[in-house]
Nanobody, 119 residues
């Protein structure tokens, strides 16, 4: 069994910063792509950023230049540094990972962490 546990959400004023962390634990051989998604009330879950094991990144246009995704493969951890936050960034942020277990790829989600940006 694999678990993804997020932390670092909270309430921040517009223009502020937050850093999210997500740790994967369990019977993990390796983790391929890790990423962050978010879902605001009434909206679909959307991609924020992804990062491959080798460090290639992909960002939603709405966060480019403000958010930075990174990872520590030794710790099975992915981070999301969020700067210049806007009220429209308010959402539940979910960690996602493609985990290789005994040669088979499985996709996992974390439980989510709330980010609220006040104007």
């Amino acid at each position: 069994q694999v678990q993804l546990v997020e932390s670092g959400g909270g309430l921040v004023q517009a223009g502020g910063s937050l850093r999210l962390s997500c740790v994967a634990s369990g019977s993990i051989l390796s983790i391929n792509v890790m990423g962050w998604y978010r879902q605001a009330p009434g909206n679909q879950r959307e991609l924020v950023a992804t990062i491959t094991r080798r460090g290639s990144t992909n960002y939603a246009d709405s966060v480019k230049g403000r958010f930075t995704i990174s990872r520590d493969n030794a710790k099975n951890t992915v981070y999301l540094q969020m700067n210049s936050l806007k009220p429209e960034d308010t959402a539940v942020y979910y960690c996602n990972a493609d985990v290789i277990i005994v040669g088979t790829k499985y996709n996992y989600w974390g439980q989510g962490t709330q980010v609220t940006v006040s104007s």
